[in-house]
């Protein structure tokens, strides 16, 4: 039974940073990803990695200051946030699975984690 665990979120100054991880239980993905769903908001999409870890995604409103990464020993992904904003506040949530599909990134994943808190205050 494949399980995502995340781990990370907490409360967070305006500016500051957080690293979220994410561990996989069983099968290594080709596809894994975080997305994020805000408080009387839908999910939305966060940022994606291949399985070489070579090709990364992100949305718009997280370039330049998010990056994913993934360590494949350790089965992994991880989110490292940089300059949060309080529109950043969130929960998180892994996801895996076999594609990367752009535009429509939930489409391709097949697990989801139960999702991590992160909280920006201003």
């Known amino acids: 039974q494949v399980q995502l665990v995340e781990s990370g979120g907490g409360l967070v100054q305006t500016g500051g940073s957080l690293r979220l991880s994410c561990t996989a239980s069983g099968n290594i993905f080709n596809a894994m990803g975080w997305f994020r769903q805000a408080p009387g908001k839908e999910r939305e999409f966060v940022a994606a990695?291949?399985?070489?870890?070579?090709?990364?995604y992100y949305a718009d409103s997280v370039k330049g200051r998010f990056t994913i990464s993934r360590d494949n020993v350790k089965n992994t992904v991880y989110l490292q946030m940089n300059v949060l904003k309080p529109e950043d506040t969130a929960v998180y949530y892994c996801?895996?699975?076999?594609?990367?599909?752009?535009?429509?990134?939930?489409?391709?994943?097949?697990?989801w984690g139960k999702g991590t808190l992160v909280t920006v205050s201003s």
């Open positions: 996801a895996a699975g076999l594609a990367i599909y752009s535009g429509r990134w939930a489409d391709g994943m097949r697990y």
């Open positions: 990695v291949n399985l070489s870890g070579r090709s990364t």
